[in-house]
């Protein structure tokens, strides 16, 4: 196996039919047992057979070390060659990394020692992208001629052949194992899955974990644990993005569009709060594309946020009416909550705050206590606050103070929004500010930057740094200010391309800082102001200003 994706599959559903799934295992069970000699690939390949027979090193390595950690420790010279240099002579690609034809005989022969029940474990754990714990396994893998009761048992023998041990568990997570294939098993693994047929009904099960997966994320996002919820979706990120593209699935590929744009969906904080905006609207668009009918309105709601946080306001528009004609059609009264927000979050963002305070309290007044998807009453709160804070300074306190009231009162049994709460303090600068108390309003615009920082906002956190940055020059501290202008500069660079234009709301606080600077350093000064801030980067910053 190369550089190609492995060989085509045969045109099979995954059928909720308990009989054909045991007639199917049946006859898996049968042909692993049937299954005593090599596979021709690996006896055929006279020139890898002898080079493995004479190394004797290597055949003592075999023997005494696991073969996850033999792959290891062959992979480094591929690992110390730059990454543009491409394939040796003796390498393939697969999944975008060099693999050794060594390490490929390793692995087959890694496999022809194992018994039946750890090859089949070994074929189906080559679905997983990335890691995997043992109820991933459970989920995805067992089956009538590999238990539940026993696939676990099954998976502690393949460990020491086939996986290696990773830690990748976040603050708070269960404590149990977890795994991860290297290249040159999955690889064996794949192509002895596909030659048994059952690619696709084992394609179609990882999809529906993928899809509990995403779903215990939201949940985890709307009931406060943000931090995790961001934690798991970035762990399970390739598994997910595999699960997104419905091409991966057997003809007619349509039919699994439906969990492409439901996992999609569910992730929509790691689009939207969390900086991937572009990765998330070219998997949306992807997914979309391939629908059999029409999309949700939650769908068609995220479409359209992420055009709005892509900077194309425009663009968002279209989908936003179509959203609304589909919570009509669907009876779906959540949405109009959630796009009653939108249209706030576009109206503020094309500096229109009379319009944006109008959507907001709509958005409040549509939104549940406990809304089950989407923003909370929190972050209609503090968008409320953002588009009056610069023109009615009093009814912006008073939102922020109902906000405290609506969080305390709603929010205590479970943990906070952490994303209102950011814009919130943003709000709090801009009328600390007002009030001409510099320092507390430094305070709240740090505090937000770093919440924005830690949750992965470039727009929040480019927003509030140029905030803090306004501040930071009006208390004279000029170096500051522009060393967090040089920072947003490279991030916003580093993020967005080249026809991203931030929202009103910061442009005009962005316009007077860089007025007051230039009246303050000439060019070359300024420039190298600039330079020294992005060399130091928002991290830096944020504990320092």
């Known amino acids: 196996m190369g550089s190609e994706d492995p060989p085509a599959t045969a045109e099979r559903r995954l059928r909720d039919d308990p009989a054909a799934d045991r007639r199917r295992d049946d006859a898996t069970a049968d042909r692993l047992r049937d299954d005593l000699t090599a596979d021709r690939w690996f006896r055929d390949d006279l020139t890898a057979d002898r080079r ?36 040796a002579a003796d390498e393939r690609l697969l999944w975008g990394e060099p693999v050794g034809t060594d390490q490929l005989a390793a692995a087959e022969r890694g496999y022809d020692r194992c018994g039946p029940a750890e090859r089949l474990l070994w074929e189906r754990l080559s679905v997983f992208e990335g890691t995997f714990g043992p109820d991933a396994v459970r989920e995805v893998c067992a089956s009538w001629a590999l238990p539940p009761t026993a696939v676990l048992g099954v998976l ?99 039919d699994e569009a439906d969990a492409a744009v439901e996992i999609a969906v569910s992730l929509w904080f790691l689009w939207v709060v ?55 059609r669907d009876g779906d009264g959540g949405a109009l909550g959630l796009l009653a927000h939108l249209r706030g979050s576009t109206a503020l963002y094309q500096g229109r705050t009379r319009a944006a305070a109008d959507e907001y309290r ?3 007044a549509l939104t549940e206590e406990y809304p089950e998807f989407g923003p909370t009453r929190h972050a209609c709160w503090a968008g409320l606050a953002l588009a009056l804070c610069r023109t009615d300074p009093e009814a912006a306190q008073e939102a922020l103070d109902r906000a405290d009231l609506d969080r305390e009162s709603r929010w205590g049994r479970a943990a906070r929004d952490m994303n209102a709460e950011a814009w ?23 505090w937000a930057l770093r919440e924005h920082l830690r949750l992965g906002s470039a727009a929040g956190a480019a927003g509030a740094a140029e905030l803090l ?54 060019g070359p000064e300024l420039r190298y102001a600039y330079e020294e801030g992005a060399r130091r980067g928002l991290f830096a910053l944020a504990g320092e200003a």
Not at 78 to 86: E, K, N, V
Not at 302 to 309: K, S, Y
Not at 424 to 446: F, I, K, P, V
Request: proline content about 5%; aromatic content about 6%.
């Open 362 to 364: 709509e958005a409040l």
């Open 156 to 254: 502690d023998r393949l460990v020491p052949v086939a996986l290696l041990r990773v830690d990748d568990l976040f603050a708070g997570e269960d404590d149990v194992p977890r795994y991860w294939m290297p290249h040159a098993m999955r690889a064996v693994g794949a192509r002895r899955l596909t030659e048994r047929g059952d690619r696709p009904d084992l394609v179609l099960r990882h999809r529906r974990w993928c899809v509990k997966l995403a779903r215990t994320a939201a949940d985890r996002w709307q009931s406060g644990r943000q931090l995790d919820a961001r934690d798991l979706a970035l762990r399970e990120l390739p598994d997910l993005a595999a699960a997104m593209d419905p091409t991966t699935a057997s003809p007619p590929r349509g």
């Open 52 to 87: 493995f027979r004479d190394d004797v090193t290597a055949d003592r390595s075999l023997r005494d070390d696991s073969a996850a950690d033999r792959w290891l420790r062959e992979g480094a010279g591929a690992a110390d060659r730059a990454p543009w240099a491409g394939p």
């Open 424 to 446: 919130s303090a943003m709000a709090r600068a801009e009328l600390a500010a007002w009030d001409g108390d510099a320092e507390r309003a430094a305070e709240h615009a740090r």
């Open 469 to 522: 940055a306004q501040i930071r020059l009006s208390a004279g501290r000029r170096d500051e200010a522009a060393h967090l202008l040089g920072a947003v500069d490279l991030l916003r660079n580093s993020v967005f391309d080249s026809s991203y234009r931030p929202a009103e709301f910061c442009v005009a606080t962005r316009d007077r800082s860089e007025r007051a600077l230039r009246s303050l350093l000439d």
């Open 274 to 328: 969390c900086g991937r905006a572009a990765e998330g609207r070219t998997r949306l668009r992807h997914a979309l594309a391939l629908l059999g009918g029409e999309p949700s309105a939650r769908a068609l709601w995220l479409a359209a946020f992420l055009e709005l946080e892509s900077g194309r306001p425009e663009e968002a528009d279209p989908l936003l009416v179509r959203a609304w004609a589909a919570a009509v």
